[in-house]
Every structure is written in structure tokens, then in C-alpha cells.
Nanobody
Framework: QMRLAESGGGLVQPGGSLRLSCAAS????????MGWYRQAPGKERELVAT???????NYAESVKGRFTMSRDNAKNTVYLQMNGLKPEDTAVYYC?????????????WGQGTQVTVSS
């Protein structure tokens, strides 16, 4: 079992920056692929970025060049640095931990943190 706790959300003006953090409870954090997802009102949850165990990152086209995901395995924490924020980035951002072991998939989610981009 792994618990995830996001922090760092808030209200920011267009063009501004925020840094989200996600702290994981398990010492086996380094074995998981970590991800950030977001869900805007009335829309489905969508992938924002993932970072694999080897620190290889993958980004949604809508955030490429603006968002950067990183992980610190020593601190069991992942980060999402968001620059050049736009109103369409407004959403609840969720942290995800994913692992496949012996054909069994394991997914854990945080409670989410609200990001609002507005003037």
C-alpha cells in the first residue's frame, strides 16, 4: 500500500509558475512509475506527465516545453514545475504511482491539489 500526498497548488495569474510536490509513503517508491494527471470541471482526467524508474519523462503535447517533471528517490517525492501557465491549465492535479508486477497492475492516487490560473 502506498499513500500519496500532493501539495503546491493555488491561484496564479496567466504566465505565472507553480511547483507541485507529491510525497509518497512507501520506501519502494523508486520501483514505481510516477505520473501527474489533471481533471478540469466537466472533463475526463487526462495525463499530464510521467517519469519512469530511470527518470525518463513523457509529457502531454499541451504542456511540452512548459512543464517539467522530476523525482527524488531519496525523498520519495516527485515534482511538477509548471511555467507559462494558461487558464486552460486550471484543474485538480493528481499524483499517481503505477507498477506492474507479475502481470498484476498496481495504481495509487493522491487526493489532488487545485490549480487555478486566472487574472
Amino acid at each position: 500500500q502506498m499513500r500519496l500526498a500532493e501539495s503546491g497548488g493555488g491561484l496564479v495569474q496567466p504566465g505565472g509558475s507553480l511547483r507541485l510536490s507529491c510525497a509518497a509513503s512507501a520506501n519502494i517508491f523508486s520501483l514505481y512509475r510516477m505520473g501527474w494527471y489533471r481533471q478540469a470541471p466537466g472533463k475526463e482526467r487526462e495525463l499530464v506527465a510521467t517519469i519512469a524508474r530511470g527518470a525518463i519523462t513523457n509529457y502531454a503535447e499541451s504542456v511540452k516545453g512548459r512543464f517539467t517533471m522530476s523525482r527524488d528517490n531519496a525523498k520519495n517525492t516527485v515534482y511538477l514545475q509548471m511555467n507559462g501557465l494558461k487558464p486552460e491549465d486550471t484543474a485538480v492535479y493528481y499524483c499517481n504511482a503505477h507498477r506492474t508486477l507479475l502481470s498484476q497492475e498496481y495504481d495509487y492516487w493522491g487526493q489532488g491539489t487545485q490549480v487555478t490560473v486566472s487574472s
